[in-house]
């Protein structure tokens, strides 16, 4: 079993950027990401990390402007959040499983979710 704390949430201007955190409760091997989900909108897919930190993966929308990383000597993965844009305003989950990044990415649902942080981004 395993715990997932989420934290950093809040507001930002569009273009500011924010650090989201997310401590496990354990030392992990799994898979770590995050996903999102805003009003009225499905869950969706943001980044995934392996536990060596050499594979990620990226949704689209966030390419070029997010970075995943973790460490691992504080059960702890972080997502860095530049050059925010309104559309990226959701409740971001932190999200761990066995899945590899790749199946993750494809679609393959986490086994363990936090309770979500908001992120607002005001225009």
């Known amino acids: 079993q395993v715990q997932l704390v989420e934290s950093g949430g809040g507001l930002v201007q569009a273009g500011g950027s924010l650090r989201l955190s997310c401590a496990a409760s354990?030392?992990?091997?799994?898979?770590m990401g995050w996903f999102r989900q805003a009003p009225g909108k499905e869950r969706e897919f943001v980044t995934a990390?392996?536990?060596?930190?050499?594979?990620?993966s990226y949704a689209d929308s966030v390419k070029g402007r997010f970075t995943i990383f973790r460490d691992n000597t504080k059960n702890t993965v972080y997502l860095q959040m530049n050059s925010l844009k309104p559309e990226d305003a959701a409740i971001y989950y932190c999200?761990?499983?066995?899945?590899?990044?790749?199946?993750?990415?494809?679609?393959?649902?986490?086994?363990?979710w936090g309770q979500g942080t908001q992120v607002t981004v005001s225009s």
């Open positions: 999200t761990a499983g066995s899945a590899s990044v790749s199946a993750q990415a494809a679609g393959v649902m986490p086994r363990y």
């Open positions: 990390i392996g536990w060596s930190n050499s594979s990620t």
């Open positions: 354990t030392y992990t091997r799994y898979t």
